[in-house]
């Protein structure tokens, strides 16, 4: 079946502009989640959306960034004023619920590269 | 979330059992221990995971030890295609939101 996609896989920007990412997840599944991956690091937490609830922002590293997520579907991450730090790989995960027995199907990733 | 410790690289010879420690020793009761790996250029993807259980699946065995304090992945016959970098992951039960905390991994290159 199909797994989560993101669009676009790669992305290069210059710095100060704004970027959208877009994620599509596991139908059916009700939580969400963002991650940043920089070059040979392990990922960081952005933003999670579960359901109808508020999300969670508490990984979100500027008010440069932000997410929205339309009903139980596609989600999209906003980064304005685009830094060179912002370079990294953006994952996007969903799983069946945010219990803590359920598995996060990742995907595919965007790279952004900030000039 | 309690830390977790591993080596930050293994070799393996194709064909043979891939044994990935990990340590966890600040690991509380009700934390579980979870195992990723990402293959290079993709997404992570979920391996097992376990409690105090010794765990098996299609695709690797998760020893916890008697204490809890470390466990090892065992990946029984290692293919070219399981090089990639393998998480351990400890969640706590009131990390309500679910979200993973990686930190560096083991990266296991497997060699013909």
């Known amino acids: 079946g199909a797994g989560v996609s993101q669009s676009p896989s790669n992305k290069v920007t210059e710095k100060g502009k704004d970027v959208e990412l877009r994620c599509d997840p596991i139908s059916g599944h009700t939580a969400l989640y963002w991650y940043r991956q920089r070059l040979g690091q392990g990922l960081e937490f952005l933003i999670y959306?579960?359901?109808?609830?508020?999300?969670?922002k508490s990984g979100l590293p500027s008010d440069r960034f932000s997410a929205e997520r339309t009903g139980e579907s596609v989600s999209t991450l906003t980064i304005q004023r685009t830094q060179q730090e912002d370079s990294a790989v953006y994952l996007c995960?969903?799983?069946?619920?945010?219990?803590?027995?359920?598995?996060?199907?990742f995907g595919p990733g965007t790279r952004l590269t900030v000039l | 979330d309690a830390k977790t410790t591993q080596p930050p690289s293994m070799d393996c010879a194709e064909g043979r059992a891939a044994n990935l420690p990990c340590n966890h020793s600040?690991?509380?009761?009700?934390?579980?221990v979870y195992w990723y790996r990402q293959i290079h250029s993709q997404g992570p993807q979920y391996i097992i995971h376990g409690l105090k259980n010794n765990e098996t699946n299609e695709m690797a065995s998760l020893i916890i030890t008697e204490d809890r304090k470390s466990s090892t992945l065992i990946l029984p016959h290692a293919t070219l295609r399981d090089t990639a970098v393998y998480y351990c992951i400890v969640r706590a039960t009131n990390n309500a939101g679910n979200m993973l905390t990686f930190g560096g991994g083991t990266r296991l290159m497997v060699k013909p």
């Open positions: 959306f579960q359901g109808n609830s508020a999300p969670d």
């Open positions: 600040t690991i509380s009761g009700n934390e579980y």
């Open positions: 995960a969903s799983s069946l619920t945010s219990g803590r027995y359920n598995e996060q199907f």
